[in-house]
């Protein structure tokens, strides 16, 4: 991987947590959301920290796996979008039916989504552009 291609994907992963952090922010302290998920016999609040962790570890697992797919196949870029979606949408059915009333719902909902799409679209195609140069 060259160190422009790694620097560039850095960034891409840096711009999911950073609109992770700015999404909560949002949600949580301009429009009073209170982020809390659990199950009928425990709740637990959602914190800035957990959100950053969270987005980090999801652009870590997928830049690691885009990177072995690219070494492993010609059709990184087709096998890697299918498993990630495939994970979004895993995580939209566990995570946000999780959150403690319907604000917290909507609001997991989007920040897992904004993460994955970022993700998605950011992580592969700078593959492509850094081979064209």
Not at 64 to 77: D, Q
Not at 93 to 99: E, K, N, T
């Amino acid at each position: 991987m060259t160190n422009n291609l790694f620097l560039r994907r850095a960034a891409v992963a840096a711009g999911a947590i950073l609109v992770a952090t700015a999404e909560f922010a949002i949600l949580h302290s301009a429009a009073g959301v209170d982020l809390a998920a659990g199950t009928p016999d425990a709740t637990r609040q959602i914190t800035l920290a957990a959100v950053v962790v969270a987005a980090a570890v999801a652009a870590l697992v997928g830049w690691v796996l885009l990177a072995l797919l690219e070494r492993l196949t010609n059709r990184a870029r087709v096998w890697w979008t299918s498993i990630a979606v495939a994970v979004l949408l895993l995580s939209l059915l566990v995570g946000p039916p999780s959150g403690v009333g319907g604000g917290a719902k909507a609001a997991l909902a989007l920040l897992h989504l904004s993460v994955g799409v970022v993700l998605i679209l950011g992580l592969p195609r700078l593959r492509l552009e850094g081979l064209n140069r």
